[in-house]
């Protein structure tokens, strides 16, 4: 069994930065498509962004286009999340996910496999 653990959330003020990780154990993924999803109370958890298994092949959400950039790091079996300029709407539970898919054509919740515990991203205006 595979496990997920992210990090790096936080309280910041609008226009700052965070760069969130997500570290995996207990098997590889290095041949699984990576995703980032958010989720705001009372609202649905939704896509904001994934990457195919080789990390040349990266999708976002419109409203994150620009701002954010996920990358990641198959030696260190991890994958990242660097938002910039940060809006109040951002302001979510942040959860790292992997498929079992090897491209990154998948941005349903259904789709993704593993998912980690989520970490919290306050964005004070």
């Known amino acids: 069994q595979g496990q997920l653990v992210e990090s790096g959330g936080g309280l910041v003020q609008a226009g700052g930065s965070l760069r969130l990780s997500c570290a995996a154990s207990?098997?590889?993924?290095?041949?699984?498509?990576m995703g980032w999803f958010r989720q705001a109370p009372g609202k649905e958890r939704e896509f904001v962004a994934n990457?195919?298994?080789?990390?040349?092949?990266?999708a976002y959400i419109d409203s994150v286009k620009g701002r954010f950039s996920i990358s990641r790091d198959n030696a260190k079996n991890t994958v990242y999340l660097q938002m910039n300029s940060l809006k109040p709407e951002d302001t979510a539970v942040y959860y790292c996910?992997?498929?079992?898919?090897?491209?990154?054509?998948?941005?349903?919740?259904?789709?993704?496999?593993?998912w980690g515990q989520g970490t919290q991203v306050t964005v004070s205006s």
């Open positions: 990457i195919n298994w080789s990390g040349d092949s990266t």
């Open positions: 996910a992997a498929t079992y898919y090897t491209d990154n054509y998948y941005r349903r919740p259904d789709d993704y496999t593993y």
């Open positions: 207990g098997r590889t993924f290095s041949s699984s498509a």
